[in-house]
């Protein structure tokens, strides 16, 4: 099977896949994309080659984009095995993959005390943060303010704000994700 073909396939797959998970019929999309059942019915089964000028309101109707929907098949391995980074007081260990789809970055940290989180320390850069605390107790530094977050407990903020995120008492683990501009700031803080 050629490259074209394999593409072709797994951009049916995906419509076919959409429209069953929205719980559609095939006369519920055309509807939506205004496209006759029949043609849906001969691309998703590989009767009918797809054109550019279909595959649009088709993605459009399934609420997504077409980037998304023709992106190439990831072959790669699935199990991200991550190398832990040091700097003073935090480890980091990246869970996605460097320029990960969707911009957003996913990242397992591990902080102590002896991370600095003065003002001299906070940074601020477009986007949005989100963590959760694991275990221990965070303390997320947002402009003037402290806020304490414990095991359980989750933030999310602008990073246009002023911010660092330290440990309470011992140690802390945290889950974080970051949006694009979070993730090209954070790679380069450290």
Same mark, same amino acid.
């Given at each position: ?5 394999? +593409?072709?396939? =797994? ?6 896949? +959409? ?20 043609? +849906?019915?001969? =691309? ?16 459009? #109707? ?34 996605? !993959? ?6 957003? #970055?996913?990242?397992?940290? !591990? ?66 994700? +970051? ?9 380069? #803080?450290?």
């Amino acid at each position: 099977m050629t490259q074209d073909a394999e +593409l072709e396939t =797994i951009i049916r797959q995906r419509i076919r896949g +959409l429209r069953l998970a929205r719980g559609w019929s095939l006369d519920a999309l055309a509807s939506r994309c205004h496209l006759s059942p029949s043609t +849906l019915s001969r =691309i998703e089964t590989g009767h009918r080659r797809i054109a550019l000028d279909q595959l649009v309101p088709i993605a459009r #109707a399934l609420g997504t984009s077409l980037d998304q929907l023709v992106e190439p098949a990831d072959d790669e391995d699935v199990v991200i095995r991550p190398e832990p980074r040091h700097a003073r007081g935090v480890t980091v260990w990246p869970l996605s !993959r460097e320029g990960a789809p969707r911009g957003v #970055a996913v990242a397992r940290m !591990r902080i102590t005390p002896e991370r600095p989180t003065g003002p001299e320390h906070r940074g601020v850069h477009p986007g949005r943060e989100w963590f959760t605390v694991l275990s221990g107790t965070a303390v997320l530094q947002l402009g003037e303010r402290s806020v304490l977050v414990r095991a359980g407990q989750a933030a999310e903020f602008s990073t246009m704000l002023p911010h660092a995120v330290g440990a309470v008492d011992g140690p802390v683990e945290i889950l974080t994700v +970051l949006d694009s501009d979070g993730e090209r700031s954070h790679q380069h #803080a450290d």
